[in-house]
T-cell receptor
Framework: AQSVAQPEDQVNVAEGNPLTVKCTYS??????LFWYVQYPNRGLQFLLK??????LVKGSYGFEAEFNKSQTSFHLKKPSALVSDSALYFC?????????????FGAGTQVVVTP | GAVVSQHPSWVICKSGTSVKIECRSL??????MFWYRQFPKQSLMLMAT?????????EQGVEKDKFLINHASLTLSTLTVTSAHPEDSSFYIC????????????FGDGTRLSIL
């Protein structure tokens, strides 16, 4: 069974400071990993994904994520947070062998960036 | 590319009414679409997988007679909440993908359903 953990309900950071949103997963095999962001009353927007290769993945809006196989983690990072980055962030995994398979989402982490 | 449009954005209606929500893939064909329900500040709960030309696959605990899904074409899936009651009030989101486990899902902007 797949599971995704986002251990922090909320992350508070001052504008200009580095932002990290944590994600760990428990799956069989090597899953595909995704990060999404959700603004209020909106659907989810895709930020980035890890498929294979370089453990550091770069995505939209200056975000990046680091895949760590030994720690089964895929933490989302941004070197310098903006107030507009305040939103709900979701980590998700999918089984590599399941072409039409479901995404397993974490519980979400609310990011609050203060001016 | 890979835009998913969901309509309507907001619905307010009386208890007992049936409400239809549309999910369209605008620039790609989607054999499979997904329907989610989300409560405030919570994660997405998968309700069902919508398959073009066949019956939807519902998650455990989701009433198929309550939440009717139709995926009649490769670009349109609909979710109908039948005889809606206040407890059905929620944020409903659809998603679709280009196919392949490595492809991200693309999400509609959601529908806020409020049943009075």
């Amino acid at each position: 069974a797949q599971s995704v953990a986002q251990p922090e309900d909320q992350v508070n950071v001052a504008e200009g400071n580095p932002l990290t949103v944590k994600c760990t997963y428990s799956v069989s095999g090597n899953p595909y990993l995704f990060w999404y962001v959700q603004y209020p009353n909106r659907g989810l927007q895709f930020l980035l994904k890890y498929i294979t290769g370089d453990n550091l993945v770069k995505g939209s809006y200056g975000f990046e994520a680091e895949f760590n196989k030994s720690q089964t983690s895929f933490h989302l990072k941004k070197p310098s947070a903006l107030v507009s980055d305040s939103a709900l962030y979701f980590c998700a995994v999918r089984d590599r062998t399941d072409s039409w398979g479901k995404l397993q989402f974490g519980a979400g982490t609310q990011v609050v960036v203060t001016p | 590319g890979a835009v998913v449009s969901q309509h309507p954005s907001w619905v307010i209606c009386k208890s007992g009414t049936s409400v239809k929500i549309e999910c369209r893939s605008l620039d790609f064909q989607a054999t499979t679409m997904f329907w989610y329900r989300q409560f405030p500040k919570q994660s997405l709960m998968l309700m069902a997988t919508s398959n073009e030309g066949s019956k939807a696959t519902y998650e455990q605990g989701v009433e198929k007679d309550k939440f009717l899904i139709n995926h009649a074409s490769l670009t349109l899936s609909t979710l109908t909440v039948t005889s809606a009651h206040p407890e059905d009030s929620s944020f409903y989101i659809c998603s679709a993908g280009l196919g392949g486990a490595h492809q991200p899902q693309h999400f509609g902007d959601g529908t806020r359903l409020s049943i009075l």
